[in-house]
């Protein structure tokens, strides 16, 4: 399993010279499977990039799993390549809503006066599945989607593939449910996905002192990142979500308070840079 | 590399809401398991719920003889808890209940269900006030 990552801002796009080295470019992973499976996380601005990489390789198939449909995870699609490639397929995988379906909510970001093209009138092959209540396979991976603490309907997912596993997180507030660290699993927001998980990629937008004025915002510190990482037993971690007033300085910074919070992951945890790849070797 | 399923995320969102309500709250998930009960709810159920853990609603419910008003045994089909799990709507009962400490105590329950994303149930909150 090989994971990319195209975008890891949080929030907002963020290009500029303070971003060089993390990024400016909003949530996108790209998991590619030893089978020739791509699953896209995320529509964030890095899916873009992204997009041209797949029609430059000829991938005419990918399936997307969306966490939520904030804006940050969502504002890329609109000018993502197979959406405009007829020979491509895209199947879309995203929360169930109590009112309106997948396929309508993200229809809006396509219509006046946000975009002046239809999602129904583009090209591409798009398929909507809203996510299965239990797991699921995708040729040979094995798919876990899971709500996590988030504002509005929001899930983190767990791909079991090639012998190793990843976990995706990027938007979770745990700390909303007290005392996490001290519960068993069981009761733990995305316990069932992160669990003794190989990689773990999850928020840490905040210092702990930044936290403090941002409670309920949906998102996590870093001290409290890796207090879940412990809590689930995550492998290794990369602090994902960066907030948009962060620097590349700042998030060196921030690095190294992870990693002098004494965790129990076998390897230090990291912060995401756009164009990271991290090879997860067959356990 | 299989994994522990974990509770629903509005059933964790609940737990953490009872920890810190003053008034006493049960929660059950939707197979009918008592999962958590809060400390207010231990005056009630004269134990707390690390002493008790996790077991079926149906028997949880039928250790405190609830009964009538009248002092007459309360039918099963009439305890809110009950209709909340079988017929997910929400219900209300005075009741009395003989507590785990030997204490006959007159209390009222309303039991509702929880649905989650579009039309999950997820399991049930019943709340005890006393008269």
Request: proline share 6%.
């Amino acid at each position: 399993m090989r994971v990319r990552i195209w975008g890891c801002r949080g929030s907002v796009p963020t290009p500029g010279p303070q971003t060089v080295r993390c990024g400016g470019n909003t949530s996108c992973i790209e998991i590619s499977l030893d089978d020739g499976t791509v699953f896209v996380l995320d529509a964030g601005t890095g899916i873009r990039e992204l997009g041209n990489q797949l029609a430059e390789n000829g991938v005419k198939h990918v399936h997307l799993m969306l966490t939520h449909l904030h804006l940050d995870h969502l504002e890329g699609l609109r000018f993502f390549a197979p959406l405009f490639d007829p020979e491509s397929t895209i199947d879309l995988w995203g929360p169930r809503s109590p009112v309106v379906t997948l396929k309508e909510r993200i229809r809006r970001s396509f219509s006046p006066p946000l975009f002046p093209i239809d999602l129904m009138d583009t090209p591409g092959r798009v398929n909507f599945h809203e996510l299965p209540k239990t797991q699921w396979r995708i040729g040979e991976a094995r798919l876990i989607a899971s709500l996590i603490v988030h504002p509005g309907p929001t899930v983190g997912y767990r791909i079991e593939a090639d012998g190793s596993s990843v976990a995706y997180i990027p938007d979770h507030e745990p700390a909303l449910t007290g005392d996490f660290a001290r519960r068993s699993r069981d009761w733990i927001s995305g316990g069932s996905i992160a669990e003794d998980v190989d990689l773990l990629l999850h928020d840490a937008q905040y210092f702990e002192e930044e936290y403090d004025g941002r409670l309920g915002w949906g998102h996590s510190s870093v001290d409290s990142a890796m207090a879940y990482a412990d809590a689930v037993g995550a492998r290794r971690v990369v602090l994902f979500h960066h907030d948009p007033t962060h620097s590349d300085e700042t998030m060196e910074r921030l690095e190294a308070e992870a990693r002098s919070l004494g965790s129990n992951t076998h390897d230090p945890p990291i912060v995401a840079r756009e164009g990271m790849v991290l090879e997860l070797p067959s356990r | 590399m299989a994994t522990a399923r974990s509770k629903h995320l509005v059933l964790i969102l609940a737990r953490e809401l009872a920890s810190n309500l003053a008034t006493p709250t049960l929660i059950a998930d939707a197979e009918g398991t008592l999962v958590f009960f809060n400390e207010a709810a231990e005056e009630i159920v004269g134990r707390g719920f690390s002493e008790i853990g996790e077991m079926p609603m149906d028997e949880f419910s039928a250790s405190f003889t609830p009964r009538t008003r009248n002092h007459a045994p309360l039918a099963d089909e009439r305890r809110p808890t009950r209709i909340a799990l079988e017929e997910r709507r929400a219900a209300h009962e005075q009741l009395w209940v003989l507590s785990r400490d030997g204490v006959d105590r007159q209390v009222a329950i309303t039991a509702f269900p929880l649905f989650a994303e579009a039309d999950e149930f997820v399991g049930i909150v019943g709340i005890f006030w006393r008269e």
